[in-house]
């Protein structure tokens, strides 16, 4: 039981072979100082594997639209171009309508030019087609040489030249967000609390100026992604508004501070002949005295924010530094792997080295101990000890073998 | 100081046994071999190690519905039908609507027939409950044998059996997805630029024949999912579009494309008594001639499309090539543990490389060598350097123990 | 070529010192006992490392609010006062409204304070503003003392005191959230599917007492945050509702069960002077009887609802079991390096430790050898085998250097 407890508080540590040459001695030195440059400076100062990291964030958004402009001779505001006006990370400024007003259901003739005909014929190879503005009767208006439609009347004819409201690049983007790192409990906004109403209510936005300004000009935004009024207003678009939190909590937490980039969404589509810019259609309904219902459509023609978070924290904790360090300890014994190919094949005397290294015992040799005297004292002799190959490290091996 | 420079520069490498028997070489050969194969084959051919992996895919998606249907004797257009009609990623086709005209603010009776009552007192139990049309005056109104109301009169009445627009079906729904990775700085929109206006016009959605076309049917959405378009129209429904996007930046850049698929999400509630399906309630707003405003209500049955957008793009990168190189060559000498419990447990000869492996030294010989002559050399007997066990490995310890 | 093969089939392991030292091995074991206990005390049963993790959660939420209240004299349904009213996972319960009915493109005065004027250059230097309600024409208005604008008339004063919506806390909030783990193909819903319709609607969720019940009381929510309805009601504001999934599949999947929390995502901005709280503008369209259209402005303070689903699933997977055993194995060999300094450094006899475990073999050595008999039995005297120092691990090396 003794003997039990003796043989378990023992401590086994490997053998080591101190190779005295300055060859090896440099080349290893260099090695084991490369993979502790690695850690400190790379996985230590610059990945900052000491720390956990919070990638969960959690962020709300809050954006107010301000300005106005003129659009078919009547001036649009905040509640005239902002769509959805609810204020969220996502939202449209319409810079262009074609609307068509006074829509009732009943028979019209189509609009769209694809739907035109001589005969009834031509309209009733259309029955089934879902792109005309309502449900095709198979009749042709010989008048207007269409496909007569049953559904809102009249039909919305696109194919018109309408200004955009260029006076978008004026207005001004607000945008509040605030952000929580569950995993740390902290929660930020995107301008300090230092900052007074009066200092908000002035300032806009500059990179390097004024980047805590949470006031967006749309024309400064547009220039960010090389983007112009003109077109945009135009045709629509999507513009993206990044803003990306990294936060190092062991500095002073106000140092955690939001930084914007800005992008057009839309871009992989430049190229393509269909679908370029941003357009939707919704419909404002209105009844008669006799309580006949009629709308005006509208074919809205936008360019859509989106406001995207993204980010992480990180904070000093125990679990992840440890863990590295002992990755780090463990990687400088990596060096060995390199410096016993050095040693073992290419260095002068390497036969010699070897021999050092390895000790060889083979089956043949424990099969004679054993038939001597089986339990006995192990009596190899020395000069059989040496073996000048592991088979794993040396590199060539068969015509050294003995 | 020149000695201290020597000692420095030195090379430690650990003293080997080399084993040559049969039963354990091949042993050892087959668990690296195995332990290579794992590297090889899994972690760097499967799951790619030698990438580094950028998650926070930005994704900006645009929807466009087509189509129109008949529902209560009237055409709905996409303006009547989709909400919100902005053409976000996440959107609804209205398939059942239950009308309530000319709602003006006023009393009238409740027509949910909980509230039935005979007298007064029946409905001043129901002073606090919410789940009426209106604030209950208390007042029983004899005529309808109801609780009189206070709020939008006429109250709704959702009871009532209105077929759905089935038309739904044939409705084509256009998606324009756009994303980024940020860290590589790549786009990629969702349909190739290659392909025509005429193409994209023509096409629908099929998972081999035309899987990079970006209009869906919803006939076709919905047999994805094993939904009919008959209960999802009557009831409602919530249809997940998942988009992913699974890049390999090593390779061509046009090999990086979506992959669709199609989930019904309020899959989980089928079994449910309650809450099947989707629906929700809005209002438009309408004013008489002397400015009373009044309202029609709308309980609207809609399908729900939530275009979900998930991804992630590998690129080759040193650090993570450099790591797991390192790891696989570290692994590499795990196989030592197996082949060390086979080698000095169950071979024949175990006790013989036992004694191979392990020397011994125990505080008795090292007091004794200090007592003779601190500091001379050391002079222990090769009788007793040999040790039976390690107490890490052997797993028969005690009756081995000298 | 059979040498070869023997040559191959060889296993090398490494040749250890087993030092019978209480100290040292009571050191040993107490360091091996913390690793061991670290990994299958933390990394295996708290991290539960055996699991693959899959933390792409789909999700899909679907609210519905029940409840009315008085604002301005009149009953507020559902219709009334939720916007976006589709039901989704951000939506707001209108509070208070500051109405601005019937108003016309035209000409009026100005209403905001700081457009004063006495003179018609008072009104001229504000000609580029965006703050005014409309396009300010340079004439100053003598009876109002105000400069006159173009645009929607009258103007909108927000500056009057309007009694919120204090019902708002009556109101219910039913949730119906069902996520989706792709990798496990796993779909839940946040209340089970043996709740009755019946149980459902009678409930209200309560932390401890009903932490399943998908029916929350907005004044409750409130609570929870720490707000209260005054001031929520008043200013608007913004709350989170967290949904966290947190499911460990290995159990029986009835455990993976939602777990709900609420917090003010606003709270960063209380301490600023500047937008508290949550507003925005939208508004009502109509049309007179000869076709002019006009609008009622409505100014709402909200109070937003932010549903936010997260979580992860973690499931049994030899992969990763594999990789963390390795990783426990081969650390449990660390405890090497922090006994190796103690006793090669710090024990009595240290010196006769070092001489033990490192054999020396320099330049030197190897070059007498070759010129003695290249290739010939290596003879190296037993006394030079012995090296104090390592360089790597002992920490006092110059003073001890032969």
Same mark, same amino acid.
């Given at each position: 039981m003794w003997g039990c407890v003796t043989d378990f508080f023992t401590y086994e540590t490997t053998k080591s072979v101190v190779v005295k040459s300055w060859s090896v001695g440099i080349i290893n030195r260099i090695v084991q100082g490369f993979i502790i440059a690695y850690f400190v400076g790379w996985v230590f100062i610059h990945e900052k594997a000491y720390q956990v990291i919070d990638t969960g964030i959690e962020s709300s958004v809050m954006t107010k639209v301000k300005g106005f402009g003129y659009h078919h001779g009547r001036v649009m505001d905040v509640a005239d171009y902002v769509y959805p006006p609810q204020g969220a990370g996502v939202f449209c400024i319409i810079t262009k309508l074609i609307i068509t007003e006074n829509q009732y259901q009943g028979r019209c003739a189509e609009t769209i030019r694809k739907f035109n005909c001589s005969t009834d014929k031509d309209c009733q190879k259309h029955f089934d087609s879902i792109l005309t503005n309502g449900a095709v009767? $198979?009749? &042709? /208006?010989?008048?207007? $040489?269409m496909c007569e439609i049953d559904g809102? &009347?009249?039909?919305?004819?696109?194919?018109v030249q309408v200004a955009p409201m /260029?006076?978008?690049? %004026?207005f001004t983007i607000f945008i509040k967000n605030s952000i929580r790192f569950p995993l740390f409990n902290v929660t930020r906004g995107n301008f300090p609390s230092t900052m007074t109403a009066a200092e908000i209510k002035r300032c806009t936005y500059h990179p390097?100026?004024? +980047?805590? &300004? +949470?006031i967006f000009r749309v024309s400064d935004i547009l220039n960010y992604t090389g983007q112009t009024v003109q077109s945009l207003a135009e045709k629509g678009g999507e513009i993206g508004i990044n803003i990306q939190w990294k936060c %190092?909590?062991? /500095? %002073?937490?106000?140092?955690c501070v939001p930084h914007y980039s800005f992008t057009r969404l839309d871009a992989p589509f430049e190229k393509n002949a269909i679908s370029k810019g941003y357009n939707f259609r919704f419909a404002k309904y209105f009844k008669t005295e006799n309580g006949t219902e009629f709308r005006t459509l509208h074919k809205a023609y936008a360019i859509r924010f989106d406001v995207m978070v993204t980010g992480n924290a990180g904070k000093f904790d125990t679990i992840p530094t440890l863990i590295n360090l002992v990755a780090a300890f463990t990687s400088i014994g990596l060096g060995t792997v390199l410096c016993d190919i050095i040693l073992l %094949?290419? /260095?002068? $005397?390497a036969d010699q080295y070897k021999a050092k290294k390895f000790e060889e015992v083979s089956d043949a040799q424990i099969e004679a101990s054993l038939t001597q005297s089986p339990g006995s004292q192990l009596s190899l002799k020395p000069g059989i000890k040496s073996s000048y190959d592991s088979g794993a490290i040396s590199l060539t091996t068969s015509d050294q073998a003995m």
């Open positions: 009767t $198979g009749t &042709c /208006l010989q008048d207007s $040489g809102w &009347c009249p039909a919305e004819d696109d194919d /260029l006076d978008v690049e %004026n390097e100026d004024r +980047p805590f &300004c +949470p %190092n909590l062991d /500095l %002073n937490i106000k140092h %094949n290419f /260095l002068k $005397g």
